[in-house]
């Protein structure tokens, strides 16, 4: 539902019905842009430089009209852009809807009168550490967009600019995340694909259905007749399948380049590698985790741990995968040695509540849970995901030996 020319209120990202809270959608994002007929300078040199304040206000709308400027607003209390539908951004774009929000800010879908087409604006909030940050993210979204042109998996960033205290960067607009897709298919299968940037030496460390998005929003209704007993004229009957499968990773905003030492905690919870919990340091196989639970999720629609606590957290993944091996549970460290016992996961003496104890006991065998899924290939994927959420990061596949695996080989080819 759309209101025209009233301020927007920040709104909270849509729960599950009866699951755990999700967190803030984020937006697309990689390509150096062009902005009012300028290329955009050097986005390392201009972070390291300080140009960056709160203070700084139109850095790369210098020479652009200001007919039309919407009234001077304060921001909310929390650095956020406030905001009429209907206003301009500029003299270029004009603010159509808003399609969500996240601890970054907000993000706006606009009408480009340039490029006569609509785009994704992600208008960060007026503080000054959020600023910084998204100036590193445009850094890292140009670095991939000089490398992405071939396979074009990652969202293009069309350009940034910064306007009234707000870095705002501008997007090709895409269709629904895969999350959305779900959430709006009443959480039954999807198709699967599979992308990673590792090649580039860049770890995402926030991979999760929200960031990725379908290519286009068009799908079409087929008969559901696994999950429905009903008869053709009810529509819990069908279910909703993408036209395209194609798909763009977004929020580049926590990716980090490899290096030593990394410990602290990265990842959304329900997408988090047992060494992060673990404090054993992470790298590339943090992301492959994430791909795991990410399938799973795809082909049962509902996420593998929904959990907001660590020791449980850990006993689904062994109630799914079986013990995690004595090898990684004698290195924790000191912060989740509490978890461990005698050589083995405090559970269940360590259970916080009965409720607790039966939100593990519920879950089946990863094989089992597949298989109440899956009908063809099950095997293959089973064989799949078993390399994916392997518990030692060194054990677990690579993203190129993942996409060599003969289930993805088999879904190419009947693509």
């Not at 960031?211 to 819990?236: A, C, G, R, T």
């Not at 099950?378 to 064989?383: E, N, P, W």
């Amino acid at each position: 539902m759309e209101f025209e020319h009233v301020t927007v209120i920040p709104i909270t990202h849509l729960d599950r019905p009866r699951k755990r809270a999700r967190f803030g959608w984020d937006v697309p994002q990689a390509q150096v842009g062009i902005f009012c007929g300028q290329e955009v300078g050097n986005v390392a040199s201009y972070a390291s430089s300080g140009a960056i304040s709160d203070h700084t206000s139109s850095l790369f709308v210098k020479g652009v009209a200001r007919n039309g400027s919407p009234p001077w607003r304060e921001d909310d209390k929390d650095g956020h852009y406030m905001f009429a539908l209907g206003d301009n951004l500029t003299s270029r774009y004009k603010i159509h809807s808003k399609m969500g929000e996240g601890t970054f800010g907000q993000v706006l879908e606009c009408w480009d009168r340039e490029r006569k087409e609509m785009v994704a604006i992600k208008i960060v909030r007026g503080i000054k550490k959020y600023r910084e940050a998204a100036m590193i993210e445009i850094e890292v979204l140009q670095h991939l967009g000089k490398h992405d042109k071939g396979s074009n998996r990652c969202v293009q960033i069309r350009n940034w600019f910064d306007y009234r205290n707000h870095i705002c960067i501008v997007f090709e607009k895409l269709g629904p995340s895969l999350y959305d897709f779900l959430r709006k298919n009443k959480y039954r299968s999807f198709p699967i694909d599979l992308v990673l940037m590792h090649d580039l030496r860049m770890i995402h460390t926030d991979l999760k259905p929200e960031n990725i998005l379908l290519v286009s929003s068009d799908y079409v209704k087929v008969p559901d007749y696994k999950n429905s007993s009903h008869s053709p004229k009810d529509i819990s009957y069908y279910k909703r399948v993408p036209k395209s499968s194609a798909i763009k990773v977004i929020d580049f905003g926590s990716t980090t380049y490899e290096r030593q030492d990394q410990n602290y905690i990265v990842s959304t919870r329900h997408y988090r590698a047992p060494e992060v919990i673990l404090g054993l340091g992470w790298s590339y196989p943090c992301d492959i985790w994430s791909v795991g639970c990410i399938l799973v999720e795809l082909c049962t629609g509902e996420a593998l741990f929904q959990t907001h606590e660590n020791l449980e957290h850990l006993a689904m993944m062994e109630r799914v995968l079986g013990p995690i091996p004595q090898h990684i549970l004698k290195r924790v460290d000191r912060h989740a040695g509490k978890y461990v016992r005698r050589g083995r996961l405090d559970w269940p003496e360590g259970a916080a509540s009965r409720e607790s104890m039966k939100a593990v006991l519920k879950l089946p065998r990863l094989q089992n849970l597949v298989m109440q899924h899956v009908d063809q290939s099950a095997g293959d994927l089973i064989h799949l995901l078993q390399g994916l959420l392997r518990y030692d990061p060194l054990d677990r596949l690579t993203a190129r030996e993942a996409l060599r695996h003969p289930f993805l080989a088999k879904v190419q080819h009947r693509r």
